[in-house]
């Protein structure tokens, strides 16, 4: 029995949610799948904001995010007889790739729900790891319903792409490595991260890495940062209570969760210093960053953290800050009209 | 003393050139210095070529290209008079950048030669890392002739950007790592590489590396891989001595050089297994692989030796095959143009 040593309240003493003990399990299960992504620096980024950053490249994971990771704690996770019956998730982003990904690599069938109008690309993608797809018209249907529907005649496992203490568990290791590099980067595993900075989606990457490092580094300041036109979280932040946005504008495809997790928004609420929110020109600053000067290519929901330490939203002056660029999914086109 | 046991006839013993040790010894003027670049792999890449391909990832390199390690090697073993006086190096591009970089960590004025017609976005990057700019006028001056001019009037160091020995030794580091890495990727030390593809301009990159990883790996075949609008060194290799071209034309700025290096093509004539070229197309399809698939920007150079992988000019089925994607300098507008 491992006697708790934590000075929260009683209430968080009940409900425990996830633990830094979950997200290194999860590490020990995505050792040699996921790949253990590199820590990129850039002297010129220093010098712009008078702090040292720690860019976490997760474009460089399998699938092209941190998704990956979440998918893959999930999925190995599955008794025979769910494995049999196979898995359904609803995406057409990196959820949906990452879940596709991680279950051929399984052998486990997996069918994703799409939208009708999804980007080609990313469908493409999505069957090329071998998955079945499973269009839908937003106009008409609800996507969580239709899979649903395939679950129930089919007896397949749903894998919510965040509200899901596995999931979380998965996206915690960016947290976990992070903080290792932080230390291996030095000057001197003492010294550590003063914050780290996660974008907010639906709220898993943020919940699962201010677990892991809030744990391992008491006194670190984890970040939430939002596309102000998904600024979901911000809101509920401050409300102290999830709130819904009636319709959400930006790029940052993978951002676009018009209302926080249940299960995540609890953690965060608790774990997150603040939430702070970037514009659409910030993010599209920070991809041309990453290209010009880091030789990365960031999607628009991966270059948001950053896009908040360039703009200044986050000073990080005389700070050691750690930065996830959490996927590199976006396609040139895409990519060309934002940043040319 | 050390009793060599290679099994070339008695011209190479009498001019050893460049060896193994020489590029050991630069790995360990870089280290904390020069990144140690990740190597990157791809299922997708691996499934359409039917081999396993290492990339190993200079894009990441400190100044975006592997010319830093060169330049690095080289200057930090001036002399301290060298030091105080300062290096002058002739070059736009990678070169330019690396030596500034090199030369600003170290603490040595540097002078780059550049042409006034020089793209913008490359030149302001050169300043950027402290360097003195000279602009000369490519139509009526030689770019040597306007360094060695500088270097008489003011004692400069000319760092030459390939027929250097310590230069091609910085760069064979790249080699170094690559067989390292190969080893830890498994499936076993043992194992090796088959073969590892590397772009030719000057020569000085495929001389480092084919001096690195045949010492550690007899038998592997390094294959050097040129834009056929630059074919210099593949007409020389067939032709078993250095011909000059009268004009070059590619994309690929980085492999523009004319003629081969008088040190370096003594080098690759000798450890090359062959030299290939690949079309202009081929080189924009392997950019674009890059950023979609790797997540990774690679300039037109950096992407030929891929080019020639994805093209199937050098087969790679049934083989363990490393290439080195050399850089990443390349702006935004010129690369929507090309992979749009």
């Known amino acids: 029995v491992i006697v708790s040593t934590r000075q929260d309240g009683p209430d968080a003493q009940a409900s425990p949610a996830l633990t830094v003990d979950q997200v290194r399990a999860a ?45 893959c704690n999930r999925l190995s996770q599955l008794s025979a007889a769910e494995r049999e019956h196979g898995v359904v998730a609803y995406s057409s982003g990196n959820h949906g790739g990452a879940v596709a ?14 939208p009708a109008n999804g980007p080609a690309a990313k469908l493409a993608a999505i069957e090329g790891y071998g998955a079945r797809l ?59 991260l003063d914050l780290v900075l996660v974008p ?56 676009r969760a018009s209302q926080p997790g249940e299960l995540t928004f609890a953690i965060n609420a608790r774990l997150l210093a603040d939430v702070v929110t970037v514009t659409e020109e910030q993010i599209a600053a920070a991809m041309l960053f990453c290209f010009a000067r880091l030789k990365l290519v960031v999607e628009p929901s991966g270059a948001v953290p950053l896009a908040a330490v360039l703009s200044g939203v986050v000073p990080v002056a005389g700070r050691r800050a750690g930065v996830v660029l959490s996927g590199g999914n976006v396609d040139p086109e895409t990519f060309a009209a934002m940043v040319g």
């Open 101 to 114: 990904l991680a279950a051929a690599l399984l052998g486990v069938g997996a069918d994703i729900v799409v």
């Open 200 to 255: 907010v989606g639906g709220g898993g990457l943020a919940a699962g890495v201010s677990t892991a490092v809030t744990a391992l580094q008491p006194g670190v300041q984890v970040i939430g940062v939002e596309p102000a036109g998904a600024d979901d979280t911000a809101q509920s932040f401050r409300a102290g209570r999830r709130v819904a946005l009636e319709r959400v504008e930006t790029s940052a495809d993978g951002l």
């Open 27 to 71: 590490a020990g299960r995505l050792r040699g799948v996921a790949h253990r992504t590199p820590v990129l620096t850039s002297r010129t980024l220093d010098r712009m904001c008078g702090g040292t950053v720690l860019l976490k490249a997760e474009p460089l994971q399998r699938s092209g995010s941190f998704k990956f990771r979440g998918a």
């Open 134 to 192: 499973h269009r839908y018209d937003p106009a008409r249907q609800q996507r969580e319903e239709v899979a649903a529907g395939l679950a129930a005649q089919r007896s397949l496992t749903v894998i919510r792409p965040f509200d899901d203490y596995q999931i979380m568990a998965g996206q915690g290791t960016v947290g976990l490595e992070l903080a290792e590099q932080a230390g291996e980067l030095g000057p001197g595993p003492d010294r550590g």
